[in-house]
């Protein structure tokens, strides 16, 4: 603990005068105890909150379930439902057996961690349980952005097969070029020259988290190809819609509630100082990320209602919701170093690189249900830019160590080092992604157990895969034809001899 007391017998026994070194020695006894006291204290409150910050971010996790069970047909929700409950369960296993290892296993080279498998040796004086449970938090909502991309076509076991793989090897890898002490590109290395004089800024992972999950399911959809019906004959895109906008909403806000955590948390402790005796600590540089991540998920939320308003005539409160988790994703890179007004600008620019990622994909033929690669990779991609031109100098050295001339953003009078450090992030992440994942799905493609068959899809995974439906309904292609099938069933003819149709 930083500032704590110390008590020297040999000082006060001159300050005392008759039986002074016993005096010294309880005096210093009991300054000693009390020391620890508030040592045991700063630890208990780290911890805590980060153990909170684990929890909120967990519950990320039943925001991503209803907001992928409600942008896909009713034919489907239980099996995309499922899905999610599976990335958390067998992420969690992998990433106890291997992910943490390869991510934080310190000491260890710059590519890749080589100790704690199965948590060994662990706790450690650099790390607790809380710290395993936070990152694996992190891991598995790199799972969940890709299981949207290749939701209502994809095998049950292809799952499984791929949320193990990126939750066990393919993020940990990344995240600790980035985040470990010991990463090629972090900015807290501390053996060895920094990337660019600075290491890559990616406070909260829109490289680490949002780029790897949806660089990942770009390459899943693609190797797939769009669900049936996706486009015509001519090429035109056709709206698949999704069933129930309650759920889409209700999964944002669940969403948007958990990023408290996602970005916040990621200080990981809360009970430091800046300049002790004042209110500049760490607490204070907490609450200044939460409002810049409200302040760039309101704005892009804003942008996209009038953007789309303007491009389909609609007001579409699904939309809106990914516009809103767009701005989300970009503004979690540099949450924590910039100012509010910046974050404005971050959520703003956010909904246009949204807008025209989707564009660009309905050109393209590309089918994602859940417009996940545009949404955590085109946004995510955008946050490590936008933290490079805004990021203040003073923000950087509380939270990433003082250094005199640290490079910072370009807009902000720090030059173009920090530019320079992120776009070589974003190269790397969608590099080493396409390379691994892209070739785990072309894999499972020429094994036969990435899609599913034509009758299967058309009929719903529901019930051909998983017993039954999730609930009654009724598709708007399907009430036509029962609408059609009743006006033949009550033809009949009329006393003139005339046929006349009842419905």
């Known amino acids: 603990m930083s500032g704590s007391l110390s008590c020297s017998a040999a000082d006060l026994a001159v300050l005392l005068g008759p039986n002074a070194t016993a005096a010294a020695d309880y005096i210093c006894g009991q300054l000693s105890t009390v020391n620890n006291k508030f040592t045991d204290v700063a630890f208990a409150v780290d911890n805590t909150y980060l153990l909170f910050s684990a929890y909120l971010v967990f519950s990320m996790q039943l925001g991503f379930a209803m907001l992928c069970a409600g942008s896909v047909r009713a034919k489907n929700t239980m099996n995309i439902m499922l899905t999610n409950v599976l990335d958390a369960a067998a992420g969690g296993l992998f990433y106890y057996l291997f992910g943490y290892a390869f991510a934080f296993g310190s000491p260890s080279n710059g590519f890749i961690g080589k100790h704690n498998f199965g948590l060994k040796d662990f706790p450690s004086a650099s790390a607790d349980y809380s710290n395993f449970l936070y990152q694996w938090a992190f891991a598995i909502a790199a799972a969940g952005i890709t299981s949207g991309s290749i939701a209502e076509r994809t095998q049950f076991v292809a799952y499984l097969i791929y949320s193990s793989f990126l939750t066990g090897f393919v993020y940990p890898v990344v995240s600790h070029w980035f985040w470990s002490a010991d990463g090629w590109a972090s900015p807290f290395r501390t053996d060895g020259d920094l990337l660019f004089s600075t290491g890559a800024i990616d406070f909260a992972g829109s490289g680490v988290v949002h780029m790897v999950g949806g660089i990942a399911g770009l390459w899943g959809a693609l190797i797939e190809g769009p669900r049936l019906g996706r486009f015509d004959n001519g090429g035109r895109a056709i709206a698949l819609r999704g069933h129930s906008a309650s759920l889409v909403v209700l999964g944002t806000f669940l969403l948007w509630f958990g990023w408290y955590g996602f970005n916040p948390g990621s200080f990981n402790k809360i009970l430091v100082t800046y300049e002790s005796g004042t209110i500049n600590g760490q607490w204070s ?205 009550h033809r009949s003819p009329s006393p003139s001899g005339v046929t006349t149709t009842s419905v």
């Open 285 to 489: 540089a907490v609450g200044r990320t939460a409002v810049t991540t409200t302040l760039a998920g309101c704005t892009a939320a804003l942008t996209t209602l009038f953007g789309k308003r303007l491009l389909s005539g609609h007001w579409n409160v699904s939309d809106v919701c990914n516009g809103l988790l767009g701005g989300f994703a970009a503004i979690t890179g540099g949450c924590s170093v910039v100012e509010p007004w910046a974050a404005i600008i971050c959520g703003f620019v956010a909904a246009l690189v949204l807008l025209g990622c989707n564009k660009l994909a309905e050109k393209l033929k590309y089918d994602d249900p859940l417009e996940a690669a545009q949404l955590h990779g085109g946004c995510g991609a955008w946050g490590l830019i936008f933290t490079a031109l805004f990021a203040r100098e003073k923000y950087l050295n509380q939270i990433y160590g003082e250094k005199p001339g640290r490079p910072h953003g370009l807009f902000m009078g720090g030059g173009g080092k920090l530019l320079g450090a992120q776009l070589i992030q974003i190269l790397v992440i969608t590099g080493w992604v396409s390379a691994t994942m892209g070739t785990l799905f072309f894999i499972l493609k020429k094994m036969k157990l990435l899609r599913i068959s034509a009758e299967d899809e058309m009929a719903g995974m529901d019930m051909t895969r998983h017993g039954g439906f999730a609930y009654m309904y009724y598709d708007d292609d399907e009430s036509h034809k029962a609408i059609q099938l009743r006006k033949v069933e």
